[in-house]
């Protein structure tokens, strides 16, 4: 205990913000969700009734399904877009001024990035409508999510690139060299060497990208309000509606809670899964 006691004391600067400002708040919901609670009236403690009342509400499921189908349509693009961009721009003249224009994106504020996005891909009046024949997205709910998707990868590719580029540049080149003279051609090299050495940057993405679909709230906010007809209502949208809509605080402080456990595991088993590969190997 003596040697670990200056570890400790070390480590509280960083560990008190933790506990106050995530710990704490965490367990205030998980209270919270325990409570038939509007915001205005007297909390009235219900037990595990809001769980009961949400795993047998429709909406839920469907909450569930969209949010599912938009992580399967954003992760794989995802995560395919930052590798082969991080390759593909590795050792250019103009590297660094495509990835800081890939990253731009990610600086423009939320509100001023989805306006501008309305006003170019409204299909009754967008500017780009005039010249391209943008898809019925705002009527239509497999457009609307892939409206979502395209906006969200905007965002975030950029990111993802830096990433991936971060740790492409930690190869070690004569890697690359000795593949090169045993034979291989860039997609070998690219198969055999490059993406095994890539998969800590992977399995990093993969859980912030996982993060992201999972708990996405914002873009279906300022897009499409979680339509057309529910289409496009994620669990973040959903728990926005029951928490401010509907005053049901207690209750989405419940979805709170499944939504963070839900991220969790899934997070807990890509990791899992890619150090399984990494064994393998």
Known sequence: MRKKLPLLLFSLPALLPLLLFVLYP??????FSTWDWSGLSEPRPVGLKNYQTLFQDPAFWKSLLVTLGFMLLALPPFLALSLVLAVVLDGLPYERLAKSLLFLP????????TLSWYTLFTPEYGALAQFLPIPPW?????????MVVLFTLWRHLGYGVLVASARLKAIPKTLLEAAYVDGAGPLEA?????????????AFLLVVGTILSLQSYAAVFLLTRGGPYGATRVLGYYLYEAGFENFRLGYAAAITVVLLVLTLLFAYAQLRLLRHGDGEA
Do not use: Q
């Not at 990610?106 to 990035?113: D, E, R």
């Not at 705002?138 to 892939?146: H, K, N, P, V």
């Not at 690219?190 to 992977?202: I, W």
């Open 26 to 31: 965490f367990l205030e919901v998980v209270r």
């Open 106 to 113: 990610g600086l423009v504020t939320l509100g001023g990035a």
């Open 138 to 146: 705002d009527r239509e709910g497999f457009w609307a999510l892939l």
């Open 190 to 202: 690219f198969r055999y060497v490059v993406l095994p050495l890539m998969r800590p940057a992977v």
